[in-house]
């Protein structure tokens, strides 16, 4: 535990106290007096209202829409499945600024929907909500999707055999062993969607603000260090509220899971309901999340002179890109991928000893840091950069210019989601198994090895999938603190969106497709490797 | 050692090695590169928006012996803030990117060390807004206009607006679109604009006037030009229906040079009566650790050389009178005659208010 809080208390707490007290203190005294007079400005309130509102909204639209997706995926076998799974684990990786261009293409003018039914949403909140599921749903389908798919049926036809109605088996037996893991993905898309950044800005334009969007506004923009300081703790209050609701249910709902392998838990579809299931998931997928990413695909083609790879070429050239930037677009693609790999190793070793050190003890303190180890997702990528621009400046610890600055603020949204795709699992390992073992006569640190290791190797994996997928779509805080001779994809991407011609804005739908790509292959890398292995649980 | 301890011994070394190294890391940057006294390189802190040929670069370190090293950090307003917040420890030596809107915020802030560049005297003079004290140099001047689709102009058979009155006429409605003056510079120029031509009484009025005339408000530059103007390539590809935005009076040659083929005409022209004018600055950096190499880089950054490079890789226009445009400027851009100003003082006092009651009359 003492590796995570030194790594926590460094890269995070410090920087985010000092640049929140940069705001609240005059002359070496705090101003709590300040909290008061933000928080009574109509414009704040509205903007507290909105937040709350949308995220509530945006959670319960993610889940109605991606619970029956987590089913199909964890109960059915069917041709393409693997990709499927990457395919829908895409969007959440890629920078918001490319997923607004996709959403106003198929919500927006001359969008599908208008020339179908003459419906437009580019104006509207739904539009939000349906770009917030369109994030969101492989963060319900992969958490869900997961521990549905590991739980043993046979359980809940052990229970309808006894004579329970396929309802009732289903929500005595299913329900109650799945609900700690629909807790952690409602809670995580509640956490993205109340502190929602770019989606929000892009997509409701000038007149919709978050709690995020307006701490950006005030920190970026207006230099009001005082209003965003006391919307930062604001946003800190909620997230940790959230936080500790969820601490709550997952204690008393925790139960003991008898988990087994997914590959025989899943058949193909039988009968015609099931058919039909199964086609409605499908034909949500291909209208919410590959519509979108394919007019992106159809875009990086659509050169003046026809369809074709003109747009890809100029990526492989400096001087193409007209010195936008010193090194062609394409090397982003190695920056990114390296900066990933660093990013997901740290999320590991720190997500990993912290998830271990968790499941080991009990009581407050550990409970406490359970939810301190959540906070990242909730505090916002500009009180993070800023936070370590003021605070890494000393030696040892003078890292404002250092490459490692960019792996290690990605790290920090990674290790979140490392600790919370492992809990459950390490949690869920039945006590006994371990005792077994003991009785016949392995050491406890032998026990951990042979029981526990290969039934969370698979939950690693995920971590480690999800841990990547993150630091490579990572970009609030990296535009901040990316290298101008090292930028990322989605920092390119950005930078070939501010320059206005037809080359600058293929160029950039191009490195967007590919960004795209790269994700959807090494998710899929992941998929097979965690295949493979299943054959040793 | 059993195999989990020492697994987790591996992941402390990994995790401390990721420290260390950094610091390693680091320290090399020092060592070799880093801005210490007498080192040969100066690092230039700008917005994202900053860029200078490959050959221009390495004039700068033949004649004087310094590399530079580019830190670009954000957008402009960005990039000003981190080195408002980072005063006194700075990053670099130069920073490059403070403009006339934000000028006021960058010197009450104390952020440069006064040096006077060499060659200020072929400067334009109306662009040099801190002559007395010379914090800052001017480096580059871009104005901010309504550009419009030339082609929904001529199948309308309609005459493209070309003043700020000229946006409320009834034959306009609902064409313009526009970026939050809150976030966005070119926002933020457009409203300047209207204060400048309105007056300090009477750009409220106006904008009522252009909100009952249908303009649209959106974010930022990127998705007003790429998403919602016609007239660009990626509005095209977006079928975006509004032929008038506020952007720059570069961007039609932009959309020229990075067409393939590229057109004989450009797509887009711009209104000039609709014109903001920008100036950038750079200056030393308060604290700079290579404060003679900051020096040479000032000079260098209003040097013909320099001044005749930026207009193809930033889309501005050189301060230095006898700096000659690039052809693709003369023949496709436009010239500006009359742009708007707003005195800076005046900009510094009052920018929070315009922007806060225009937010509340046009946003909400």
């Known amino acids: 535990m003492a590796v995570p809080a030194v790594f926590f208390a460094l890269f995070f707490a410090y920087p985010v106290v000092a640049i929140v007290g940069r705001g609240l203190k005059a002359d070496g005294a705090w101003q709590f007096g300040r909290v008061g007079e933000v928080l009574s400005r109509p414009d704040i309130l509205d903007v507290l209202r909105f937040t709350t509102w949308q995220a509530l909204a945006s959670t319960a639209l993610t889940l109605l829409i991606a619970l029956p997706g987590a089913y199909v995926f964890a109960r059915f076998d069917f041709p393409g499945k693997q990709l499927l799974r990457a395919v829908v684990t895409v969007p959440f990786v890629l920078p918001t600024v490319v997923v607004g261009t996709a959403f106003l293409a198929l919500l927006g003018r001359g969008g599908f929907l208008d020339e179908l039914w003459g419906i437009r949403l580019d104006t509207t909140v739904w539009a939000i909500l349906l770009a917030h599921v369109f994030f969101n749903y492989a963060v319900v389908v992969?958490?869900?999707?997961?521990?549905?798919?590991?739980?043993?049926?046979?359980?809940?036809?052990?229970?309808?055999?006894?004579?329970?109605?396929?309802?009732?088996?289903?929500?005595?037996?299913?329900?109650?062993?799945?609900?700690?893991?629909?807790?952690?993905?409602?809670?995580?898309?509640?956490?993205?969607?109340?502190?929602?950044?770019?989606?929000?800005?892009?997509?409701?334009?000038?007149?919709?603000?978050?709690?995020?969007?307006?701490?950006?506004?005030?920190?970026?923009?207006?230099?009001?260090?005082?209003?965003?300081?006391?919307?930062?703790?604001?946003?800190?209050?909620?997230?940790?509220?959230?936080?500790?609701?969820?601490?709550?249910?997952?204690?008393?709902?925790?139960?003991?899971?008898?988990?087994?392998?997914?590959?025989?838990?899943?058949?193909?579809?039988?009968?015609?309901?099931?058919?039909?299931?199964?086609?409605?998931?499908?034909?949500?997928?291909?209208?919410?999340?590959?519509?979108?990413?394919?007019?992106?695909?159809?875009?990086?083609?659509?050169?003046?002179?026809?369809?074709?790879?003109?747009?890809?070429?100029?990526?492989?050239?400096?001087?193409?890109?007209?010195?936008?930037?010193?090194?062609p677009p394409l090397d982003a693609i190695g920056n990114s991928l390296r900066y990933a790999l660093v990013a997901t190793l740290i999320a590991l070793v720190i997500g990993g000893l912290a998830a271990a050190a968790l499941t080991r003890r009990a009581g407050r303190l550990v409970r406490g840091f359970d939810a301190l180890l959540m906070l990242p997702l909730g505090v916002s990528?500009?009180?993070?950069?800023?936070?370590?621009?003021?605070?890494?400046?000393?030696?040892?610890?003078?890292?404002?210019?250092?490459?490692?600055?960019?792996?290690?603020?990605?790290?920090?949204?990674?290790?979140?989601?490392?600790?919370?795709?492992?809990?459950?699992?390490?949690?869920?390992?039945?006590?006994r198994l371990r005792e077994a073992a003991a009785v016949l006569g392995a050491s406890p640190l032998r026990a951990r090895r042979e029981v526990d290791l290969p039934l969370v190797r698979r939950a690693l994996l995920v971590a480690a999938g999800f841990a990547f997928a993150v630091s490579l779509g990572e970009f609030g805080a990296?535009?901040?603190?990316?290298?101008?001779?090292?930028?990322?994809?989605?920092?390119?991407?950005?930078?070939?969106?501010?320059?206005?011609?037809?080359?600058?804005?293929?160029?950039?739908?191009?490195?967007?497709?590919?960004?795209?790509?790269?994700?959807?292959v090494s998710l899929l890398v992941l998929e097979r490797i965690r295949t493979d292995r299943s054959g040793e649980f | 050692?059993?195999?989990?301890?020492?697994?987790?011994?591996?992941?402390?070394?990994?995790?401390?090695?990721?420290?260390?190294?950094?610091?390693?890391?680091?320290?090399?940057?020092?060592?070799?590169?880093?801005?210490?006294?007498?080192?040969?390189?100066?690092?230039?802190?700008?917005?994202?928006?900053?860029?200078?040929?490959?050959?221009?670069?390495?004039?700068?370190?033949?004649?004087?012996?310094?590399?530079?090293?580019?830190?670009?950090?954000?957008?402009?307003?960005?990039?000003?803030?981190?080195e408002i917040l980072t005063k006194g420890s700075p990053r670099g030596d130069v920073f490059f990117g403070a403009d006339n809107t934000l000028l006021s915020r960058a010197l009450d802030n104390g952020l440069f060390t006064p040096y006077a560049a060499k060659g200020?005297?072929?400067?334009?003079?109306?662009?040099?807004?801190?002559?007395?004290?010379?914090?800052?140099?001017?480096?580059?001047?871009?104005?901010?206009?309504?550009?419009?689709?030339?082609?929904?102009?001529?199948?309308?058979?309609?005459?493209?607006?070309?003043?700020?009155?000229?946006?409320?006429?009834?034959?306009?409605?609902?064409?313009?679109?526009?970026?939050?003056?809150?976030?966005?510079?070119?926002?933020?120029?457009?409203?300047?604009?209207?204060?400048?031509?309105?007056?300090?009484?009477?750009?409220?009025?106006?904008?009522?006037?252009?909100?009952?005339?249908?303009?649209?408000?959106?974010?930022?530059?990127?998705?007003?030009?790429?998403?919602?103007?016609?007239?660009?390539?990626?509005g095209k590809k977006a079928k975006a229906d509004r032929p008038l935005v506020v952007s720059y009076a570069s961007s039609p040659p932009v959309e020229v040079l990075y067409a393939d083929p590229q057109p004989t005409e450009a797509p887009t022209g711009v209104a000039t009566g609709t014109c903001f004018r920008q100036i950038e600055f750079a200056g030393l950096l308060d604290g700079a650790k290579n404060e003679a190499g900051g020096k040479a880089l000032l000079d260098f950054l209003i040097s013909k050389r320099f001044q005749e490079d930026m207009p193809l890789n930033m889309f501005v226009n050189p301060v230095v009178k006898d700096a000659k445009l690039p052809e693709l400027f003369t023949k496709f851009g436009a010239t500006v005659d009359k742009p708007a100003t707003v005195a800076p003082d005046d900009i510094a006092e009052n920018r929070e208010q315009w922007v806060r009651s225009w937010s509340s009359l046009v946003v909400k």
């Not at chain 1, 960019?406 to 699992?425: E, I």
């Not at chain 2, 090399?28 to 700008?46: E, F, Q, R, W």
């Not at chain 2, 009155?165 to 209207?194: C, I, M, Q, R, W």
Request: net charge neutral; aromatic share 8%.
């Open chain 1, 381 to 431: 990528a500009v009180t993070v950069g800023f936070g370590f621009l003021i605070t890494l400046d000393e030696p040892p610890l003078d890292l404002r210019t250092s490459w490692i600055l960019v792996p290690l603020a990605q790290a920090l949204v990674g290790v979140p989601f490392v600790v919370r795709t492992m809990l459950p699992v390490l949690r869920a390992v039945d006590e």
């Open chain 2, 120 to 234: 200020l005297d072929r400067v334009a003079a109306d662009t040099q807004l801190d002559a007395e004290k010379h914090r800052v140099t001017p480096v580059d001047t871009g104005d901010i206009c309504v550009n419009y689709d030339k082609k929904y102009f001529a199948d309308k058979k309609l005459d493209p607006p070309n003043s700020f009155d000229d946006l409320l006429k009834p034959a306009y409605k609902n064409l313009l679109v526009t970026e939050n003056a809150a976030t966005s510079s070119p926002g933020l120029g457009f409203l300047l604009g209207t204060v400048a031509t309105h007056g300090e009484n009477g750009y409220q009025d106006y904008w009522k006037k252009l909100k009952n005339n249908g303009v649209k408000v959106v974010e930022g530059w990127e998705q007003a030009y790429n998403e919602e103007f016609s007239g660009s390539a990626g």
């Open chain 1, 478 to 520: 990296t535009v901040f603190i990316a290298r101008p001779d090292n930028p990322t994809l989605p920092v390119a991407v950005a930078r070939l969106l501010g320059r206005s011609g037809e080359l600058n804005y293929g160029q950039a739908m191009a490195l967007s497709t590919l960004l795209m790509l790269v994700c959807a």
């Open chain 2, 1 to 82: 050692m059993n195999t989990t301890t020492k697994y987790a011994a591996t992941a402390l070394a990994a995790a401390l090695g990721v420290t260390v190294l950094a610091g390693c890391g680091d320290s090399d940057d020092k060592a070799s590169g880093g801005s210490g006294a007498g080192s040969k390189t100066v690092t230039l802190v700008s917005h994202d928006s900053f860029n200078a040929s490959d050959a221009v670069l390495k004039a700068f370190t033949k004649e004087t012996g310094y590399t530079v090293k580019v830190l670009k950090s954000g957008d402009a307003g960005a990039a000003l803030n981190q």
């Open chain 1, 142 to 327: 992969r958490t869900v999707g997961g521990l549905w798919s590991q739980l043993d049926p046979r359980q809940e036809e052990a229970a309808r055999v006894l004579g329970a109605g396929r309802l009732a088996a289903w929500r005595r037996v299913t329900l109650p062993a799945l609900a700690p893991a629909v807790a952690a993905a409602a809670l995580m898309v509640f956490l993205f969607t109340f502190t929602s950044f770019g989606i929000v800005q892009i997509l409701g334009g000038p007149a919709y603000s978050t709690l995020e969007v307006e701490i950006y506004r005030q920190t970026a923009q207006l230099l009001d260090l005082p209003t965003a300081a006391v919307l930062t703790l604001v946003q800190f209050a909620a997230v940790g509220g959230v936080l500790a609701l969820h601490a709550w249910t997952v204690r008393r709902r925790e139960t003991v899971l008898k988990l087994v392998d997914p590959a025989t838990t899943a058949r193909p579809p039988r009968g015609a309901g099931q058919r039909a299931l199964l086609g409605g998931v499908l034909l949500t997928v291909l209208l919410l999340i590959l519509l979108p990413l394919g007019v992106l695909v159809e875009r990086s083609l659509d050169t003046s002179g026809g369809y074709g790879l003109g747009f890809y070429r100029a990526l492989q050239s400096a001087e193409a890109s007209g010195s936008t930037f010193l090194v």
